[in-house]
């Protein structure tokens, strides 16, 4: 952390701007524009090599997404924030950013969809191989690391599986033979999460869930710690003699965002800033009320089982607990009969929303098999585990009671 000793609220909220606004704005404004002109040429040329930090033009950098990437950066501990149009976009970028054909990913099928299908279908034509293995399993991972291994990529819980991975013990892994731990921190976000305590060299957030301020946009965030040492790494290592532990960001800045064209658009970056100044205070009162839900489904007629980590009686309580404190976010699955139980259950509900996406104000419930996997090959639904009998819940900012009850009249 930047400033370890302050409250996160009071970070973001105490922030000021880079270049101070001509009308004294405390909050940053929204330059909606594409280009920014300049006095002189020479001005214009500085400009262009990144000498003078002024904007040229809104696909490469803007002022107000630049508040938001330094807000970011303030309070994760990051050394570099760039902010994009989607979390797919974080994952995508960052692996055109390293990957190469002939390389290959080491991670789990227990991804959310849209990264396993970008790790097998869409990088596979590109000749990038991915590798699946038991992220649970760390002699598993330690085995099919190879020379061509560009990254370990893990989601710090998987979701929907809810499975913590031990980023201490995979990053070691990861380093002993020189390759990075990428994790995509999105379910635990900052300061309960600390990426470069446990060894995450670079993260990758969908901005779009606890971010955006309750589901006002969608965003995702690259973040680079800048511990990882690219000069061995076939793709970065030329570039890496010259610019040291900074290879992946200037690479990344310089040339694949630009070239890719995802970066955020700052109506976007406005939102989700103003989401960022909620941020702590959503995180504390839907992770407390998921986790009393998960204690209360526990307990409730025909719940086969339930999986939130911050239940004592998680496999991965411990590991959890150590990694992201008592609340592991406000993500929570139970499992039911089977698929005609939880349909029922679903189409009873009245406060909580049948809908995707997770970290909403709004509580929000899904049956994940039928929708976010439904259009998977049997072959590949096997790959992805997901079973039959379960629903996913985000428990939102409503009150505890409330969506106990609603639960409890659906369940009748
Ligand atoms: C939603 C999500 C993504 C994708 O983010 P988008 O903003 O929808 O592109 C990636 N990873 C995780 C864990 C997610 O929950």
Known sequence: MKEEQKDVSTVILNQRFHLKDVHGSISMPVYAGAAFEFDTAEAMEQAFLGKSGMHTYSRISNPTVEAFEERVKQISGA???????????????????????????????????????????????????????????????????????????????????????????????????????????????????????????????????????????????????????????????????????????VKLRGEISRNLGAYMAPQTAHLQSLGLETLALRFERSSHTCKKLAEFLQTAPGVQNVNYNGLPTDRFYKLSCEQFGEYPGSMLTFALKDQTACFQLMNKLQVIRRATNIYDNKSLIIHPLSTIYGTLSDELKKMVCVPANMLRLSVGLENFEDLKADILQAMK
């Not at 974080?90 to 390293?98: E, K, M, Q, R």
């Not at 992220?135 to 061509?148: C, F, Y």
């Not at 989601?155 to 380093?175: C, G, R």
């Not at 990426?195 to 301020?213: A, F, M, P, Q, W």
């Open 79 to 249: 050394e570099h924030v760039l902010a994009v149009a989607s979390g797919m976009a974080a994952i995508s970028d960052t692996f055109l950013n390293i990957a190469y054909a002939g390389s290959n990913i080491v991670t789990t099928s227990h991804l959310f969809g849209n990264t396993f299908s970008l790790f097998y279908i869409t990088l596979k034509a590109f000749g990038v191989e991915v590798r699946f293995c038991d992220m649970l399993n760390p002699a598993e991972v330690d085995a099919t690391i190879d020379d061509n291994t560009c990254a370990v990529f893990t989601e710090i819980i998987t979701n929907p599986h809810m499975e913590v991975a031990d980023l201490k013990a995979l990053s070691e892994i990861a380093h002993k033979k020189n390759v990075p731990l990428i994790a995509d921190s999105t379910l635990v976000t900052w300061p309960q999460f600390n990426g470069n305590r446990l060894g995450v060299d670079i993260e990758v957030v969908s901005s779009t869930k606890y971010v955006s301020g309750g589901a006002t946009s969608i965003g995702g965030l690259i973040l680079d710690h800048q511990t990882f040492d690219w000069s061995k790494s076939p793709r970065l290592g030329e570039l890496a003699k010259t610019t040291g532990k900074t290879a992946f960001t």
